[in-house]
């Protein structure tokens, strides 16, 4: 799969016409979708006596990207409310919504061709926005903050738009609590993956 993935980003930069230049002043705006993809182990609840398990989910994604210096750019990614399945030993125990909006600082690589790859570091921050479908009641879930690498590229379609592909490991370590009393903590830690169309301006 990873070879597969190589060789057509290959081919994509080797066929481009298109360079999208990042310029110091220039903004970007990405429009398209994004899968919550949490880490396998989430770990457990109550010293160990609840094994929590934190299902996927996909969303509306938006990025706004300012450029400071040539190539490098802040970037902000929003999206519309992400719900995700909580289980607890496998038994389906609440649904979270929450947003997580993520800042980045980006630098792209210049490669002369339309294919622009690019790697970035930042901060996250989760809020909890609802608990729906509780069953267990008295539950009480605590915003998170966190850091978040970024990797990625952007295939050239004109001077001024581009398709973008990319991920995101982000750090989100949601502490739990239980009628008032702290419980233990989600450890969601997702692979965020990304597609979606840029424009620059």
């Known amino acids: 799969m990873k070879k597969t993935l190589l060789l057509t980003a290959a081919m994509l930069a080797m ?3 298109a360079a999208l230049a990042q310029s110091k002043g220039d903004m970007t705006l990405g429009f398209g979708l994004a899968w919550v993809n949490p880490a396998d182990d989430n770990g457990s609840l109550l010293d160990g006596a609840l094994d929590t398990e934190v299902l996927g ?3 509306l994604s938006l990025t706004f990207e ?3 210096m040539d190539n490098l750019g802040i970037e902000v990614l ?3 409310p992400f719900t995700q399945k909580v289980e607890l030993n496998g038994e389906q125990a609440v ?3 929450h947003l997580p909006p993520t800042v980045s600082m980006n630098y792209h690589f ?3 061709t339309g294919f622009t790859p690019f790697v970035g570091l930042g901060v996250n921050y989760t809020t909890v926005l609802s ?3 509780q069953q267990i009641s008295g539950l009480d879930v605590e915003d998170s903050w966190g850091w978040a690498g970024h990797i990625g590229f952007d295939y050239a379609l004109t001077e001024t738009s581009a398709i973008r592909l990319d991920a995101r490991y ?3 370590d949601l502490d739990v609590d239980l009628d008032g009393t702290d419980i233990g903590t989600v450890e969601v830690d997702p692979w965020v993956i990304g597609a979606s169309y840029i424009v620059r301006f």
């Open 15 to 17: 066929t481009s016409t």
């Open 57 to 59: 989910d996909t969303q």
């Open 66 to 68: 300012y450029f400071i």
């Open 78 to 80: 929003a999206a519309t």
């Open 95 to 97: 649904d979270v919504k």
């Open 110 to 112: 210049q490669t002369g």
């Open 131 to 133: 608990l729906d479908d």
């Open 170 to 172: 982000i750090d989100i």
